[in-house]
């Protein structure tokens, strides 16, 4: 039953794709770890960092389509879940240091000692443990966006006015983030991690299991978002986005749809931030900026919104653009950014993945005049 649940909504095109992330995510590891450096095909462990920091972006995009693509609510705040799950990893990689800090303080993290904390502060317990971490990397997030929506859609706020509502959330948590009092690392963060499961963080074959860990991460996201839009929840869910005020006329409880649909998406944001800490080595509170949430909602609009390969293919493209532009010509990347969405907007309104769709909608009308 639970099989047949979440394949209902996966066509072949869509199982072909979640293939293709498995693929990436085994293959890759493989050649970083089997095939000789000297060789042409050997991956080095940049890379493999590399498309395991995407495949990150990859879902949180995932969990903004969710609810932007698929129950119409531009949430403009998703850093703030991705964000808030990479810290709940961090606390955990942090205790995981022990007296190898510079300090040598078995308990404090470094920059407690720093600040001269002479106790652990009470919401750092627990993190020593990874099942605890693990717990905290989905329950964080998923209370804030629960707390958030409740009152937001019983309120009826939509539109506009929520997109603005999240984006100021992101932004107050990014500057409570910034203060030291805060006993989270204040403007540096958490950094220099040692180990994750015993393992060093630093070693080629940690980041090729969490490189593989990612590309699982996204199947699931994939597999799991496919049968909640597929089943008649998700029917009722585009609905919502088409005509709420018909779908409060026959009877549904929108306000329950958003809020089940928002919160699973926090939390599918809070998981990515957590497989995203360990690969790139540190979280800080530039990762709540206003910025990154907006930049998540330009991979979706790239990649194709309402489609589930599309934010994938999205953030994929945007970030490689960044990654390649930031260090070739780095004073025009801000333009091409805008650029994009701008050309996004007027020629690709279903985005990259509905390019071909177009062009035969296009060759169809040429012929049947």
């Given at each position: 039953m639970i099989t047949r649940f979440l394949i209902q909504g996966m066509d072949r095109k869509l199982q072909l794709f979640v293939l293709l992330v498995l693929a990436i995510g085994i293959v890759l590891p493989l050649l970083n770890q089997f095939v000789p450096p000297a060789s042409p095909f050997h991956v080095p462990a940049w890379v493999l960092q590399l498309i395991g920091k995407y495949?990150?972006?990859?879902?949180?995009?995932?969990?903004?389509?969710?609810?932007?693509?698929?129950?119409g609510i531009l949430t403009l705040g998703?850093?703030?879940?991705?964000?808030?799950g990479g810290y709940c990893m961090g606390m955990y990689l942090m205790r995981q240091i022990g007296s190898r800090g510079v300090y040598g303080n078995p308990v404090l993290p470094d920059f407690m000692v720093f600040l001269n904390y002479k106790t652990l502060p009470w919401f750092w317990h627990g993190f020593d443990m990874f099942w605890f971490a693990a717990v905290m990397v989905v329950l964080v997030p998923s209370v804030l966006a629960l707390a958030l929506g409740w009152f937001a859609f019983r309120s009826r706020v939509t539109g506009v006015y929520l997109s603005i509502i999240t984006q100021a959330?992101?932004?107050?948590?990014?500057?409570?983030?910034?203060?030291?009092?805060?006993?989270l690392g204040g403007n540096n963060g958490l950094t220099d991690f040692k180990d994750i499961l015993g393992f060093s963080v630093q070693a080629d074959g940690t980041r090729a299991a969490l490189c593989f860990a990612s590309a699982l991460?996204?199947?699931?996201?994939?597999?799991?978002?496919?049968?909640?839009?597929?089943?008649?929840?998700?029917?009722?869910?585009?609905?919502?986005?088409?005509?709420?005020?018909?779908?409060r006329f026959l009877g549904y409880?929108?306000?329950?749809?958003?809020?089940?649909?928002?919160?699973?998406?926090?939390?599918?944001?809070?998981?990515?931030?957590?497989?995203?800490v360990p690969q790139v080595g540190i979280i800080n509170p530039s990762e709540f900026s206003p910025g990154n949430s907006i930049e998540a909602v330009l991979?979706?609009?790239?990649?194709?919104?309402?489609?589930?390969?599309g934010p994938v293919v999205g953030a994929?493209?945007?970030?490689?653009?960044?990654?390649?532009?930031?260090?070739?010509?780095?004073?025009?990347?801000?333009?091409?950014?805008?650029?994009?969405?701008?050309?996004?907007?007027l020629f690709l309104p279903k985005g990259v993945v509905g390019l071909w769709g177009q062009i035969r909608g296009r060759k169809a009308r040429a012929g049947a005049t």
């Open positions: 495949l990150c972006y990859a879902a949180l995009a995932l969990a903004v389509d969710l609810v932007w693509g698929y129950c998703h850093a703030a879940f991705f964000a808030l959330m992101t932004f107050a948590l990014m500057l409570a983030f910034f203060r030291n009092d805060m006993g991460m996204v199947a699931a996201f994939l597999v799991m978002s496919a049968a909640v839009v597929g089943s008649r929840f998700g029917k009722a869910l585009t609905a919502v986005r088409d005509a709420e005020s018909r779908m409880r929108v306000e329950g749809y958003k809020l089940f649909v928002f919160v699973l998406s926090a939390a599918m944001a809070g998981v990515a931030g957590a497989l995203y991979w979706v609009a790239v990649g194709g919104r309402g489609t589930l390969i994929f493209l945007v970030n490689w653009a960044k990654t390649y532009l930031t260090g070739a010509i780095p004073e025009i990347w801000l333009f091409a950014l805008g650029a994009l969405f701008i050309a996004v907007t």
